[in-house]
């Protein structure tokens, strides 16, 4: 191999790692959500109302100096007998507010507005929406299940309920090395 292509390479992860290492810390409100902090791959989760799958991956960053924690997606859905059904990308900001933590959601479609958190720091987090009058109430739950597994739990209590029932249900291991934002 020739030394420029040692050095090319070398630089190159060098700088790969120097920008991942540079990743601002959580502020304290956040902390103990530090857990979800990386990139993590799904295998297959269960999606309730169809019967089918999905897939996908996940990246959890600091952002805003560390004020936010950032949630990046993207799934791959297959129907009931294995055939892609489509996918989607995801986006949500975890933050403080008034005491507790706040988290908005986007898939470009939907939005949901999560404004209670239940944290076991460094082991889950539960947000839940809030109940409306003729809206349903949601809640997304995260747990750690060893040192690179998490459960994902997401739910739905029907307008006037307080049954939560899952919609979508898997894990995410977490990635060995760094990959590309979803």
Request: aromatic share 8%; net charge neutral; proline share 7%.
């Amino acid at each position: 191999m020739r030394p420029t292509a040692i050095l090319a390479g070398s630089a190159a992860a060098f700088l790969a790692f120097a920008a991942h290492a540079q990743a601002p810390a959580l502020k304290p409100a956040l902390a103990g959500l530090s857990f979800l902090v990386g990139d993590w791959t799904s295998g297959q989760g269960k999606v309730a109302d169809t019967g089918g799958t999905s897939s996908g991956r996940s990246r959890f960053e600091p952002a805003a100096g560390g004020a936010v924690l950032l949630r990046r997606d993207h799934t791959d859905l297959f129907d009931a007998s294995g055939k892609p059904a489509g996918g989607f990308d995801q986006i949500m900001m975890i933050y403080p507010e008034a005491g507790t933590l706040h988290a908005d959601y986007s898939d470009g479609v939907h939005v949901i507005h999560y404004v209670t958190a239940s944290v076991e720091a460094g082991k889950s987090v539960t947000f839940t929406s809030r109940a409306e009058t003729g809206a349903p109430t949601f809640r997304l739950a995260y747990a750690l299940e060893g040192a690179r597994t998490l459960s994902v739990l997401f739910s739905m209590a029907p307008p006037g309920s307080v049954e939560f029932r899952p919609i979508a249900t898997g894990t995410l291991e977490k990635a060995r090395l760094p990959t590309t934002s979803p």
